[in-house]
């Protein structure tokens, strides 16, 4: 079965670029989505189809998607993006798969 | 605006079974796919399945098959997930989140249900 991998946990400066990566095989065929959680509250989506960002979610937020990695760029962090971000992806039968999740951490 | 309410929060015995409500409303219930997704205490997310509202199609993770059902009232907006044969590993915080419907993410989310089998 499919896989998504994400590392635990990335950390930031305030201010800088954060980049989260999720792996998969050849998961640049496939359209990955985005989601941000912070404690205690349900998922946000962020971006979704590799890039595409929902409305009202900063431009700070974009994805990108090719070869075995899709990448979530958070540009300019800021104190109010700590949180736990997934990827996911449609899975054959129609089905959904999310990667593990990663913590980002702003130092 | 946009919402999904769902119901409170759940006590349950190890082997019985809980059903959770999801009461969606700001737009029109039976044109978006309805999952269904949860998260154990400290860990990731996972996918349960999604219902067609419109029709009442189902489909299940193959983890959950045989044990989950997803139903739905359209006369009154609102999708339900039951679990059956409930162990300690179903404690979890339980969500509903609607299909985007232009890709296939889940664009509104419900606050969440926690489900605790003790």
């Known amino acids: 079965s499919y896989v998504l991998t994400q590392p635990p946990s990335v950390s930031v400066a305030p201010g800088q670029t954060a980049r989260i990566t999720c792996g998969g095989n050849?998961?640049?065929?496939?359209?990955v989505h985005w989601y941000q959680q912070k404690p205690g509250q349900a998922p946000v989506l962020v971006v979704y189809?590799?890039?595409d960002r929902p409305s009202g979610i900063p431009e700070r937020f974009s994805g990108s998607n090719s070869g075995n990695t899709a990448t979530l760029t958070i540009s300019r962090v800021e104190a109010g993006d700590e949180a736990d971000y997934y990827c996911?992806?449609?899975?054959?039968?129609?089905?959904?798969?999310f990667g593990g999740g990663t913590k980002l951490t702003v130092l | 605006q946009v919402q999904l309410v769902q119901s409170g929060a759940e006590v349950k015995k190890p082997g019985a079974s809980v059903k959770v409500s999801c009461k969606a409303s700001?737009?029109?219930?039976?044109?978006?796919?309805m999952h269904w997704v949860r998260q154990a205490p400290g860990q990731g997310l996972e996918w349960l399945g999604w219902?067609?509202?419109?029709?009442?199609?189902?489909n299940y993770a193959q983890k959950f098959q045989g044990r989950v059902t997803l139903t739905r009232d359209t006369s009154i907006s609102t999708a339900y997930m039951e679990l059956n044969r409930l162990t300690s590993d179903d404690t979890a915080v339980y969500y509903c989140?609607?299909?985007?419907?232009?890709?296939?993410?889940?664009?509104?989310w419900g606050q969440g249900t926690t489900v605790t089998v003790s």
């Open positions: 989140a609607r299909d985007h419907g232009i890709s296939n993410a889940m664009d509104v």
């Open positions: 700001g737009y029109t219930f039976t044109g978006y796919y």
């Open positions: 219902i067609n509202p419109h029709s009442g199609g189902t």
């Open positions: 050849n998961i640049g065929s496939k359209s």
């Open positions: 189809d590799d890039s």
């Open positions: 996911q992806v449609w899975d054959t039968s129609d089905h959904r798969l």
